[in-house]
């Protein structure tokens, strides 16, 4: 919770990232407030006094996920909106900003998004989402501390760079900081 709120203002990429990570960690307690609370966030707290923000916090993300019916999978509508604000925001950087540097990453991470794509059950997807569940299953992998590969690093690593950088101008959009004029 806590750190879900510091992660929104200041990264909005990680905060996606660790949101898809708490969604899950919802299923693999099979939506048990109780045991989420005691087995999982308890043993992180140095001591009782934010539990209760938290049963709040984990009760109201088990109560959405029920009612959007994303028990197995999916994501919450509140991540999706995000996704799709970072979708315009990547559109408006190529296009309408004509951003040289934004260009050059997405034109190195193109190719890598696509062939994710390709490789996964994603096929209908935008890029950006691609790429945010590609480094969403990075993050899966290195939790089960499984090898990736020096190719794979590299990919991932690409990627990475590329919504790093989307998430600083989507912060300066979110703070009116960002020109949309075409002049940077």
């Not at 009782?48 to 028990?71: C, G, N, P, T």
């Not at 590969?149 to 989507?170: N, Q």
């Amino acid at each position: 919770m806590l750190i879900a709120r510091q992660k929104r203002s200041e990264n909005i990429a990680e905060y996606l990232l660790y949101m898809f990570q708490v969604e899950d960690l919802i299923r693999a307690y099979d939506f048990n407030l109780d045991q989420i609370i005691d087995q999982y966030v308890r043993p992180q707290l140095p001591d009782d006094s934010f539990v209760e923000q938290y049963r709040d916090w984990y009760k109201s993300l088990i109560k959405s996920m029920k009612a959007e019916r994303i028990e197995k999978q999916g994501h919450l509508h509140d991540l999706k909106d995000i996704l799709v604000e970072i979708s315009y925001l990547h559109n408006t950087l190529l296009n309408l900003l004509k951003d040289e540097k934004y260009a050059g990453l997405y034109a190195a991470a193109e190719p890598i998004i696509e062939e994710f794509k390709q490789r996964s059950n994603l096929k209908d997807r935008n890029n950006i989402e691609v790429a945010f569940q590609a480094l969403y299953m990075k993050l899966l992998l290195r939790l089960q501390k499984k090898e990736i590969s020096a190719e794979s690093e590299h990919a991932f690593d690409t990627m990475r760079i590329l919504l790093a950088y989307i998430a600083v101008k989507y912060r300066e959009m979110q703070n009116g900081e960002l020109n949309t004029f075409g002049t940077n």
